[in-house]
């Protein structure tokens, strides 16, 4: 399912940077100072600002920014039956994964108004013409902070149920009229090195029956920009193979390109949406170092399956630097585009299954015949 009409789309992952005066009206609406409406009005401006800085960035395909959201999953668990906050396991030094409010289920889970994505979709939806990707987090992720508790004897049940709750938010989103839903899941759930076929099947429960393009995005953990698990997908493959999902998104600029060679190793015919642009680091990416990176991509996957995004989300990244990530991003991405010929779709798409020869792929992109 193509979105956009263009060859090598770029996209971001998830979330962007946090404004400086949001973060700052964080600390005052938690004690108190703000009503409903001015909470309502900061949030909205801060999607708004998101949202314009990667159209002015010039990106293909937008997100919210997930600028409503605390710390990327945090504010979920307010919306979700069942859980009761508990004492934070370290309170003292700097704030890391081991800082968060864990959350014990003393009850069955439920969500019956929803996690709130959708309507995060529908106002995004009217701030700009271009197409949207909306990310959500996968059941294993929502376990990232939480306890099974009294409430349930097995993991198998308690996962369960939190992958119905994300099911029930897929189709509502899908019928509030998303096209591309991206899943995040971590990399650093022991169910990804112990169980890798219940992941697949926990994945494709979540997403059965949903009516848009599915992306699954495999997280290394990227909180303060450290990552929290051994950062290799090889195990995952090609188990994760079995997963529902027509793009894959996965982390390759942090790692020096490590690994990119996956889609010719293993035959695959899914798109691919790279990772290369490191939001963890400071180093600002010229636009040559993206169009170097793609081009490394280009060796392996077909340019009608690749997209281009950074690593992971951008929510720990200064916005000065996140906005001139992606600006890099974007302008390496338009020397590739005209190296291959033109930035437009082109017509055909890779054959299942095929493997390597991206060099003669990306020489045939050349002459391909262009969609215009």
């Known amino acids: 399912m193509s979105l956009v009409d263009v060859l090598l789309p770029t996209t971001t992952v998830g979330s962007y940077a946090v404004p400086g005066w949001l973060q700052a009206t964080r600390e005052m609406i938690r004690r108190g100072e703000f009503g409903r409406l001015d909470v309502r009005e900061v949030l909205d401006d801060a999607v708004m600002a998101a949202i314009t800085d990667q159209e002015r960035a010039g990106l293909d395909i937008l997100s919210d920014g997930e600028e409503r959201r605390h710390d990327f999953i945090m504010g979920f668990y307010e919306r979700i039956h069942g859980f009761r906050p508990m004492e934070r396991p370290r309170k003292i030094g700097v704030e890391f994964y081991d800082t968060e409010v864990v959350y014990e289920a003393i ?148 790692r020096e390109m490590a690994e990119i060679d996956l889609w010719a190793r293993f035959g695959v015919d899914r798109e691919l949406g790279a990772g290369l642009i490191d939001q963890k680091s400071f180093y600002l990416e010229t636009p040559e170092d993206v169009a170097g990176r793609i081009r490394m991509a280009l060796k392996h996957v077909p340019p009608e399956k690749l997209y281009i995004n950074p690593d992971c989300g951008m929510n720990y990244t200064p916005r000065w630097l996140a906005f001139r990530k992606l600006k890099a991003m974007v302008d390496g991405t338009q020397i590739v585009r005209g190296e291959l010929g033109g930035g437009r779709t082109i017509e055909g798409q890779a054959t299942p299954g095929s493997r390597g020869g991206g060099s003669g792929r990306a020489r045939g992109a050349r002459s391909a015949r262009l969609r215009r």
């Open 107 to 254: 009850d069955r889970i439920a969500a019956p108004a929803g996690l709130g994505i959708v309507e995060e979709f529908l106002f995004a939806r009217t701030r700009t013409t271009r197409p949207l990707k909306v990310p959500v987090p996968g059941p294993l992720t929502l376990t990232t902070p939480t306890r099974r508790g009294p409430a349930y004897k097995t993991e198998e049940t308690y996962v369960g149920d939190l992958a119905r709750i994300v099911h029930t938010e897929l189709q509502r989103l899908a019928e509030a009229g998303a096209t591309f839903i991206q899943i995040d899941e971590p990399a650093f759930h022991p169910w990804f090195t112990q169980n890798i076929k219940g992941v697949v099947q926990l994945f494709n429960e979540a997403v059965r029956g949903v009516k848009a393009k599915i992306a699954l995005h495999i997280c290394f953990g990227n909180r303060a920009g450290r990552p929290r698990s051994r950062r290799s997908y090889v195990p995952f493959f090609p188990a994760v193979l079995e997963a529902r999902a027509e793009q894959f998104v996965l982390e390759f600029a942090n």
